[in-house]
Every structure is written in structure tokens, then in C-alpha cells.
């Protein structure tokens, strides 16, 4: 496809007759079409949902998280607080986290946030507006920069020490810190973007990679098909990606798209505006 579509942009550029020309930007358009039926391209339209100016005066934001559920919240880089807001009547609740400064990353559950910064996470209640310290840093701490959690349990990725740190759930507390990767297991995690928790662990990289970790070892996930932008079939500058059940969904701001990928590591789709 990249051959033919370089073909006939060459023979284009030697200015032939209208009728060819003509016949020329047909065979383009065609080339194009072709194109989207064999990577799967979807056009998809861009909806304004809300301004953030708008949602709260002053919000300024570049990290939004959700509970997959229609609740978004969103980390204010100018005040230290948390705006969370409902997707379906765009009610808001504006939390005040002075006390414990700005967060670095924040998971959700149904009733409480759960925000991250270089010190401790924090705890807070939705619905009572109460906060408290749920874990604190100790010396193993060295840049942690990434919160999940499953099942009740809190996992921290820490960048400094390349390591993914593993607090369980003891109800209303959590236990001590445990490494979660596996005995051997030794990556280098100073390039991760994103991450997710789905029981496995899902990372993504600056550098272009999607990686799959299994009770704390990899999984080989090869992205076959994937139509990449450069030859080294790597993600072109992703930022943030998104788990289902059966389906990862990456965003390639180097691509201006979302590709999408089956957890069997084949290429699905990908959605462009």
C-alpha cells in the first residue's frame, strides 16, 4: 500500500494530462479506502463534554481518571484539589486536599479516592468528606509515581527503585509493603507512562512498548498486525491506555489515534479523528 500510494504521488508531481490526474487521485482515494479496510480504521467524531474552566474556575488539569462507571476525576495542577465530576448529569464535588498537598495519581472505588503522593496515600471519603492516611512511605520509597488497586489491594509503581510495591487489604487498613514481582523479576520501569490493574498488570512505556506482567513475571504479548508508524513496530509516543475484559485500548498521541489490541496480543482496530 505505501509503495502504490508513493507511486502515484510521483507520477502526480510530473504533471500529466487532466484525464490522467483525475484517474490518478481516483487510484489515491482508492489506495485510501483500501487502507482502512485492512488496518481497521475507524472514524470516530470529537465531543466536547465539558470545559474545565467551566466545571470549576481555575481547574487546570492534564491527568483525569474514572471508575469505568461515569465518574471522572480530575488532579488540579494549580490548587491542591481533586474535582470529580458525573458524566451523565455533569454534577460536581470539589475535594479539598491542602493537607496533603498535590497528588501524583489517584484510583477510585464506589465510595472513596485514593491519591498518591511522594509521602504517603491518602484516603478519602466521598460521601462523609473525611481524610486520613492509608499507607505511608518508608525508605524504600524513591519516586513513586503510579497508584492502582484490585480486589481492595493498593499497588504503587516506583520508578526509582524500578519496582511495583504490593499493600493488601486488611479491611479497613492495609498490611506492609511487599515487592510483587516476581523472585528474579528485575525491569527497568523508569520509562512507564501508565499503568493498570486488572488482576494482571498492564504497563506502558515511552519508548513504545505495551508490557504484560502475570503474578509478577511477563507475559510475551507481541502485537501482531499492528500497523506501527515506524519500523520498529513500536507505539508512537502513547501516554495512556485502558483495560476491558478482553481488549486494550492505547492512546498514540505520535499517531493521533487509539489502537486497540486483543489480551491474546493481536491487533483489533483503531479509532482516528
Do not use: C, H
Request: charged share 30%; hydrophobic share 35%.
Amino acid at each position: 500500500l505505501a509503495e502504490a500510494r508513493l507511486g502515484v504521488e510521483t507520477y502526480i508531481a510530473t504533471k500529466p494530462k487532466e484525464e490522467y490526474r483525475l484517474k490518478a487521485l481516483k487510484l489515491n482515494e482508492d489506495i485510501s479506502k483500501t487502507e482502512e479496510q485492512a488496518f481497521k480504521k475507524n472514524d470516530i467524531a470529537l465531543n466536547t463534554i465539558v470545559e474545565l474552566e467551566v466545571l470549576v474556575e481555575g481547574l487546570q488539569s492534564n491527568k483525569m481518571k474514572t471508575d469505568g462507571k461515569g465518574n471522572l476525576v480530575f488532579i488540579d495542577e494549580s490548587n491542591p484539589r481533586l474535582v470529580s465530576m458525573n458524566i451523565a448529569d455533569r454534577s460536581r464535588q470539589i475535594i479539598d486536599t491542602k493537607n496533603d498537598g498535590n497528588f501524583l495519581d489517584v484510583s477510585m472505588t464506589d465510595t472513596k479516592y485514593f491519591g498518591l503522593n511522594a509521602k504517603s496515600v491518602t484516603e478519602l471519603n466521598i460521601k462523609k468528606e473525611e481524610a486520613k492516611t492509608a499507607i505511608e512511605a518508608d525508605e524504600f520509597w524513591v519516586d513513586p509515581v503510579k497508584i492502582g488497586m484490585f480486589a481492595g489491594n493498593i499497588y504503587i509503581l516506583d520508578k526509582g527503585q524500578s519496582e511495583i510495591w504490593k499493600y493488601p487489604t486488611l479491611g479497613d487498613t492495609f498490611g506492609g509493603r511487599r515487592r510483587w514481582l516476581a523472585a528474579g523479576i528485575t525491569p527497568d520501569l523508569a520509562n512507564v507512562v501508565d499503568m493498570k490493574v486488572v488482576g494482571d498488570i498492564w504497563l506502558l512505556t515511552s519508548t513504545g512498548k505495551l508490557e504484560r506482567y502475570s503474578r509478577g513475571a511477563p507475559v510475551k504479548f507481541s502485537m501482531d498486525g499492528f500497523p506501527s508508524k515506524n519500523k520498529k513496530k513500536k507505539l508512537a509516543e502513547p501516554s495512556s491506555l485502558w483495560v476491558t475484559e478482553s481488549l486494550i485500548y492505547v492512546l498514540e498521541n505520535g499517531a493521533s489515534r487509539i489502537s486497540v489490541f486483543g489480551d491474546d496480543g493481536l491487533y483489533k482496530s483503531q479509532y482516528a479523528n
